[in-house]
């Protein structure tokens, strides 16, 4: 593979950065130096923003049928270049390809659903809202949007945002991951060949200068962020400030509560797949078990039974089960917070610093690790880690349980494992977590539904995908009329 | 090998079909013609049909690992063993049956586990008409 420089799409054309400075990106399975991204300057978004207002107004007047056709030929290309699309993404990040398989289907889930837009965008009216005067609400598309795109999910993430946010009528500017902006750029050889016309779709690769030339200019209606919360925080506070709307999915610390009705076997294949899927890279990871009384024991032994058979390795290769984390940094970031463990007590039942994997000994590998004997209190209990680490507390009964989630400053996903009804009912009314897992280890919402987020996991009052989508990128316009 | 992920099992059903239409492509001779002609056109139809499920078949919700299904037990390494071509097809589609039957037992979707029961009916269609070739 040559180790150029990424280019960036601007106004219909692939352009060679300006930029003085490049980052490498690197194999994490092998280290090895596979391209480069640039770090855009401030005039590149600029001319970004431009191209992407002087497009809007042509491309608002396109009417819902012609803008869904768009999403439908956006929709043949990806599926036609699926296998690459997928494959990109594993080497750039990491992750296996079934999981790169799945990332990439769900980008097109959201594509599928924004091509209902001539549904989805209808208004509303009303006749003699006083007498021989009638009232209409239509959705208005409002301008330039924009998103900053995770390294964990490099493709799918801004596909919940800007397929809505196009059909809708706006245009576009993702800045992907400078971590992982392959498969962003790949997607982009894809929507130049679908033909939009210039400036409705632009990508400007680069890192948090990119982010703040965005906010600041005057020609951004609004903002879409994947990411930590430390960041997501910042992001939302500087998009007030600048009279842009945001919408900020940040991070999560999850929780996975086992009753003891619960059918082990199907929950701790579920488990496996939350805590160490993607390598714990990911905002729905399940990063706490919560066992209730007496299933304890005999869930601890068959989850360190499951994950210390877990086979990981380079995720192109199909029997892999668990990849790379993304870099040696984030490896090292990692190991801290294994060491911390150890340092507050924690019982250490399955620890992943030793692992060597055959034929790749500079990979980012770290094995799969659970404590026992975790408390709330503790640091690998309260903050998110974003790796392969599962924690495992012990609570008396399904009160404790709700207690434990709900004292959390995060509230992104949490799930039950029970045969219970009543337990899940329950479990749904009281948890303060967005997205609910019942038997369900990773509680992704497919394209129709939100992306959903509560308390310091979620900014704003729009989330991504389906409906919610459509009206963060819409405005509502009331017209009352009379005829003489 | 393991089959431990839905794309593994995915992949290695894409194989043995490639196999199994390669040999009946090869053998499509003299009075097998026609039959293997048909079988192979079958095989290369099923190999999409699969590459088309590792695509849109997968969720990302229930990438759970998938334990007790191995490749070695539903190989068609030993295919030749078994003597003239009509007898090795029978062997073919004897695995293949199996396998789908197997698979179709571990994977946790359930559009695709229809079509792998649909596709393990098949091939036992297919042996039943290869046996009366062979009386």
């Given at each position: 593979m040559k180790t150029d420089v990424l280019k960036n799409y601007i106004d219909g054309e692939w352009e060679e950065s300006a930029a003085e400075e490049t980052l490498e990106i690197r194999n994490p399975a092998t280290d090895e130096i596979i391209t480069h991204v640039p770090m855009s300057t401030v005039e590149e978004v600029d001319q970004a923003v431009k191209a992407a207002k002087a497009a809007f107004q042509e491309w608002r007047e396109t009417t819902p049928y012609s803008r869904a056709r768009f999403m439908f030929r956006l929709k043949v290309l990806m599926e036609k270049r699926f296998e690459e699309l997928a494959r990109t993404i594993v080497v750039e990040h990491g992750k296996i390809i079934d999981e790169a398989r799945g990332e990439v289907r769900r980008g097109i889930e959201n594509i599928e659903v924004a091509a209902g837009v001539p549904s989805m965008m209808m208004g509303y009216n009303m006749e003699d809202a006083a007498a021989g005067i009638d009232e209409d609400c239509v959705l208005q598309p409002i301008g330039v949007f924009c998103c900053v795109g995770p390294f964990n999910f490099p493709n799918m993430v801004p596909l919940w945002f800007l397929p809505y946010a196009v059909a809708c009528g706006n245009t576009y500017i993702v800045k992907p991951s400078e971590r992982c902006p392959m498969s962003q750029n790949l997607l982009f050889e894809i929507f130049d060949e679908v033909d939009?016309?210039?400036?409705v779709v632009n990508l400007v690769n680069g890192d948090k200068r990119v982010v703040n030339a965005l906010l600041e200019h005057p020609d951004l209606a609004g903002l879409s962020f994947v990411g930590s919360t430390p960041v997501g925080k910042l992001l939302y506070k500087k998009s007030a400030e600048n009279g842009k709307r945001a919408q900020i999915q940040a991070g999560a610390k999850n929780c996975l509560v086992v009753m003891?009705?619960?059918?082990l076997d199907k929950t701790v294949a579920a488990i496996m797949t939350s805590a160490f899927g993607t390598a714990g890279q990911r905002c729905l990871a399940g990063a706490l078990i919560v066992a209730v009384g007496d299933i304890y024991e005999e869930l601890k032994d068959r989850i360190v039974e499951s994950a210390s058979k877990l086979r990981v390795g380079n995720g192109l290769d199909e029997k892999t089960q668990m990849g790379p984390v993304i870099s040696k940094s984030s490896r090292e970031r990692i190991i801290g917070y294994i060491e911390k463990g150890v340092e507050e007590g924690a019982t250490l039942l399955l620890d992943g610093r030793g692992i060597k994997v055959e034929g790749y000994p500079n990979g980012y590998f770290l094995g799969p690790t659970i404590f026992t004997d975790?408390?709330?209190?503790m640091v690998i209990a309260r903050e998110e880690i974003f790796g392969p680490i599962l924690g495992i507390i012990r609570v008396k009964d399904f009160d404790e349980a709700i207690e434990v989630i709900n004292n959390s400053p995060y509230g992104n996903a949490a799930s039950l494992f029970s045969t219970g009804g009543k337990w899940a009912r329950e479990f749904k009314y009281q948890v303060r977590a967005g997205n609910i897992g019942i038997n369900i280890g990773i509680a992704a919402p497919i394209a129709s539904f939100p992306f959903s987020g509560m308390k310091n996991s979620f900014f704003g009052d729009l989330h991504g995908q389906g409906r919610d989508a459509i009206e963060f990128f819409t405005d509502r316009k009331v017209i009352i009329s009379r005829w003489f | 090998m393991d089959l431990s992920t839905f794309g593994a099992i995915l992949s290695y059903a894409v194989e043995l079909e490639t196999k199994a239409a390669e040999f009946y492509g090869g053998n499509?001779?003299?009075?097998l013609e026609e039959v293997f002609t048909d079988l192979a056109g079958g095989s290369d139809k099923r190999v999409r049909r699969l590459e088309l499920i590792r695509q849109e078949g997968i969720s990302e919700m229930i990438l759970e690992p998938i334990t007790g299904f191995n490749s070695g037990d539903h190989s068609l390494d030993k295919v030749s063993e078994a003597g003239e071509p009509l007898k090795q097809a029978f062997m073919i589609e004897t695995v293949m049956g199996e396998f789908y039957s197997e698979g179709s037992k571990k994977i946790p979707i359930r559009e695709v586990v229809r079509v792998f029961q649909r596709m393990a009916e098949d091939n036992n269609k297919r042996k039943v008409q290869l046996e009366k070739l062979l009386e």
């Amino acid at each position: 593979m040559k180790t150029d420089v990424l280019k960036n799409y601007i106004d219909g054309e692939w352009e060679e950065s300006a930029a003085e400075e490049t980052l490498e990106i690197r194999n994490p399975a092998t280290d090895e130096i596979i391209t480069h991204v640039p770090m855009s300057t401030v005039e590149e978004v600029d001319q970004a923003v431009k191209a992407a207002k002087a497009a809007f107004q042509e491309w608002r007047e396109t009417t819902p049928y012609s803008r869904a056709r768009f999403m439908f030929r956006l929709k043949v290309l990806m599926e036609k270049r699926f296998e690459e699309l997928a494959r990109t993404i594993v080497v750039e990040h990491g992750k296996i390809i079934d999981e790169a398989r799945g990332e990439v289907r769900r980008g097109i889930e959201n594509i599928e659903v924004a091509a209902g837009v001539p549904s989805m965008m209808m208004g509303y009216n009303m006749e003699d809202a006083a007498a021989g005067i009638d009232e209409d609400c239509v959705l208005q598309p409002i301008g330039v949007f924009c998103c900053v795109g995770p390294f964990n999910f490099p493709n799918m993430v801004p596909l919940w945002f800007l397929p809505y946010a196009v059909a809708c009528g706006n245009t576009y500017i993702v800045k992907p991951s400078e971590r992982c902006p392959m498969s962003q750029n790949l997607l982009f050889e894809i929507f130049d060949e679908v033909d939009f016309p210039p400036g409705v779709v632009n990508l400007v690769n680069g890192d948090k200068r990119v982010v703040n030339a965005l906010l600041e200019h005057p020609d951004l209606a609004g903002l879409s962020f994947v990411g930590s919360t430390p960041v997501g925080k910042l992001l939302y506070k500087k998009s007030a400030e600048n009279g842009k709307r945001a919408q900020i999915q940040a991070g999560a610390k999850n929780c996975l509560v086992v009753m003891p009705d619960t059918v082990l076997d199907k929950t701790v294949a579920a488990i496996m797949t939350s805590a160490f899927g993607t390598a714990g890279q990911r905002c729905l990871a399940g990063a706490l078990i919560v066992a209730v009384g007496d299933i304890y024991e005999e869930l601890k032994d068959r989850i360190v039974e499951s994950a210390s058979k877990l086979r990981v390795g380079n995720g192109l290769d199909e029997k892999t089960q668990m990849g790379p984390v993304i870099s040696k940094s984030s490896r090292e970031r990692i190991i801290g917070y294994i060491e911390k463990g150890v340092e507050e007590g924690a019982t250490l039942l399955l620890d992943g610093r030793g692992i060597k994997v055959e034929g790749y000994p500079n990979g980012y590998f770290l094995g799969p690790t659970i404590f026992t004997d975790v408390t709330p209190d503790m640091v690998i209990a309260r903050e998110e880690i974003f790796g392969p680490i599962l924690g495992i507390i012990r609570v008396k009964d399904f009160d404790e349980a709700i207690e434990v989630i709900n004292n959390s400053p995060y509230g992104n996903a949490a799930s039950l494992f029970s045969t219970g009804g009543k337990w899940a009912r329950e479990f749904k009314y009281q948890v303060r977590a967005g997205n609910i897992g019942i038997n369900i280890g990773i509680a992704a919402p497919i394209a129709s539904f939100p992306f959903s987020g509560m308390k310091n996991s979620f900014f704003g009052d729009l989330h991504g995908q389906g409906r919610d989508a459509i009206e963060f990128f819409t405005d509502r316009k009331v017209i009352i009329s009379r005829w003489f | 090998m393991d089959l431990s992920t839905f794309g593994a099992i995915l992949s290695y059903a894409v194989e043995l079909e490639t196999k199994a239409a390669e040999f009946y492509g090869g053998n499509a001779q003299g009075k097998l013609e026609e039959v293997f002609t048909d079988l192979a056109g079958g095989s290369d139809k099923r190999v999409r049909r699969l590459e088309l499920i590792r695509q849109e078949g997968i969720s990302e919700m229930i990438l759970e690992p998938i334990t007790g299904f191995n490749s070695g037990d539903h190989s068609l390494d030993k295919v030749s063993e078994a003597g003239e071509p009509l007898k090795q097809a029978f062997m073919i589609e004897t695995v293949m049956g199996e396998f789908y039957s197997e698979g179709s037992k571990k994977i946790p979707i359930r559009e695709v586990v229809r079509v792998f029961q649909r596709m393990a009916e098949d091939n036992n269609k297919r042996k039943v008409q290869l046996e009366k070739l062979l009386e």
